[in-house]
């Protein structure tokens, strides 16, 4: 029987994966919600990436003859901090400390996360291993283990990147794990390893393809949690140290002027939370565009 | 159900061990010796190895661990070294404040987030549907530290309803309470919002139940249909969500008690990590996560109690 299944099996055809992306982008175009966080995004990215090309003054510049000045200021569009410094020019480039954090420690999390996933699915011997790691690092609520990561490593941005895709490495890790164990009793899977495929080319090639929908959808709703997450341990003085342009501690350098200049606090703010926003409506328009039924619950 | 309660304090009190030996490892691969930081980086090589010695430091690390176990067990989690005060004396001085904190959002977050819920989804598509769910995607993306600094902005500099921060006095006067209700919202807020999207789903789900039409069928009330019948089964995944939610909380209230200068867990935890005070580390991390996997325990057996379809096997 599965000699047959191995014989009769076909690789599917490239067009009917193009088919299957193009109907997923055609349901998330149909989401709203999902097309303003898609929008918002490209609008990052595009502020992130000609940085240098939308501002007039350095994030860095100090102009003490210009502090405190107010949102719509002539020279100023955002007004100036405590340091006559820019607020647009650091909101700009804070975008590009927030994508480059963001992208990093979803992208190292992502990188254990499936490595230890595949494992634990595929080897059974190395499931209860992998998975009793995994449950102690869910013991810890993620704030607390990014902050105890930073304890080790020290206060800074990098640091900050570490602790994130450290926490980030269990959710993925759970995910990959059961797509895994459902894709691998398939009989295709069956089919390959009776004409003798070997482990990795199954996990790589055959197992690991079918595994990226919800790791697709994790990765984009994690973005938003790296976002706010990195602001916020930098709000504490645990991430990004002055003078960086970071959105957390932007906001950190407003609270002691809330009276006098309240939108050095106001304007990143408002910034954090579009763009964590953005990540969450595209995030919950991927997972519905790309399977009704999935489940994401960690 | 008394296996099922056997087997989950087992596995709790391995999870505990196994936090325990993460937390104390962690100080331990941490860069930076101890009598240093104790004695001061003047301080002779003799009076380091001194205090290495009277820390215990000079042992081999696994009997270092036991030794620190050892100490947990009674009661006792080391000195700070900024201090020289007890960590359990530190923690516990703290600690009101943030468990004041946790519970107080934790019943903000809750009252709002079922009623939003509910409303939403006994008015499905209408405005306030609408509405409620676009307040509930925005409260789950809103930074809590920058929605407290606004609230103190709007409530506290701006109309002077509340005070700007603290929470020293007694939580049953009327200025304990103001003191309690600016930073209650700021970190519940997000706990709403999930509580909200949950309820809502939950609740459209049961609504569109076989049982549910049944009873509309047989000329139950709509009141009656929603308040009795169906709310008690919604609750069920609802109920998971706050219990996991109040865990989170411990975590959140680190940055809140930042945001309105608060006395607790979370203050005394970030001034340790800037110090390098590791004893003070350790024990506030170990408590948090011992908090937060206890509740989460409690939550799975609750969970099982109010749902017998549940089972663990």
């Known amino acids: ?298 | 159900m008394i296996s099922l309660v056997a087997r989950r304090i087992l596995q709790l009190i391995l999870l505990l061990l196994g936090i325990s030996f993460i937390v104390f490892m962690s100080m331990y691969i941490a860069p930076g010796d101890p009598a240093t930081v104790i004695a001061g980086p003047t301080a002779s090589a003799s009076d380091l190895e001194a205090i290495r010695t009277n820390l215990g430091l000079d042992k081999p690390v696994l009997e270092q661990y036991f030794n620190y176990l050892g100490g947990i067990l009674h009661g006792d989690f080391g000195y700070s070294y900024q201090t020289g005060q007890t960590v359990t004396d530190a923690i516990l001085t703290r600690f009101p404040n943030t468990l004041k904190l946790a519970i107080a959002s934790m019943i903000v977050a809750t009252i709002i987030g079922i009623v939003a819920g509910i409303i939403s989804a006994i008015k499905q598509n209408s405005w306030i549907d609408v509405t409620s769910t676009t307040i509930a995607l925005f409260g789950v993306s809103i930074p809590n530290f920058w929605l407290g600094a606004m609230l103190i902005l709007i409530f506290s500099v701006n109309l002077q309803w509340f005070p700007v921060g603290g929470l020293n006095e007694s939580i049953f006067s009327i200025s304990g309470i103001k003191q309690l209700i600016l930073p209650a919202i700021t970190l519940g807020t997000a706990s709403a919002a999930l509580i909200a999207r949950m309820s809502r789903s939950s609740m459209l789900e049961i609504i569109q139940s076989d049982y549910i039409r049944t009873a509309k069928a047989k000329g139950v009330k709509q009141k009656s249909l929603i308040w009795v019948h169906a709310l008690r089964n919604a609750m069920i995944p609802v109920i998971t969500v706050i219990g996991i939610n109040f865990g989170s909380l411990l975590g959140g209230t680190i940055i809140t008690e930042q945001v309105f200068a608060i006395n607790g867990i979370g203050r005394l935890m970030i001034d340790a990590i800037a110090s390098r005070d590791f004893p003070i580390v350790q024990g506030t991390v170990l408590l948090v996560a011992a908090i937060f996997v206890t509740v989460n325990l409690i939550v799975d057996i609750i969970y099982a109690l109010i749902d017998p379809r549940i089972s663990y096997d």
């Open chain 1, 1 to 298: 029987m599965q000699d047959n299944a191995a014989l009769n099996w076909k690789k599917p055809k490239a067009k009917k994966k193009e088919k299957m992306l193009i109907q997923t982008i055609k349901r998330l175009l149909k989401n709203k919600l999902a097309v303003l966080g898609l929008v918002i995004i490209v609008l990052q990215v595009i502020l992130a990436v000609f940085a240098p090309v939308l501002v007039n003054y350095s994030p860095y510049e100090q102009n003490l003859s210009e502090t405190q000045l107010g949102i719509g200021s002539p020279e100023h569009l955002l007004g100036t901090d405590n340091y006559g410094r820019d607020i647009w020019s650091r909101l700009v480039y804070g975008t590009r400390i927030s994508l480059i954090v963001g992208i990093s420690s979803v992208g190292l999390g992502l990188i254990g996360g499936l490595t230890l996933g595949l494992l634990s699915g595929y080897y059974r011997k190395l499931d209860g291993v992998i998975m009793r790691i995994v449950d102690l690092l869910f013991a810890f609520p993620g704030i607390l283990l990014a902050m105890l990561i930073i304890a080790i490593l020290g206060t800074s941005i990098v640091n900050v990147a570490i602790a994130i895709s450290i926490w980030s490495i269990p959710g993925c890790a759970r995910i990959v794990r059961g797509s895994v164990l459902s894709i691998k009793k398939q009989e295709y899977i069956l089919a390959m390893k009776s004409i003798g495929a070997s482990n990795s080319r199954i996990i790589l090639k055959h197992i690991l393809p079918n595994c990226l929908a919800p790791i697709i959808v994790f990765a984009t709703m994690r973005m938003a949690t790296t976002i706010l997450s990195t602001s916020a341990l930098s709000f504490l003085g645990l991430g990004a140290q002055p003078p960086t342009p970071e959105w957390g501690a932007m906001i950190a350098d407003g609270q002691d002027f809330m009276w006098t200049a309240p939108h050095m606090s106001i304007v990143p703010g408002i910034a954090i939370m579009l763009v964590v926003f953005a990540f969450n409506v595209v995030g919950d328009g991927l997972r519905d565009a790309l399977d009704p039924n999935m489940n994401l619950d960690v």
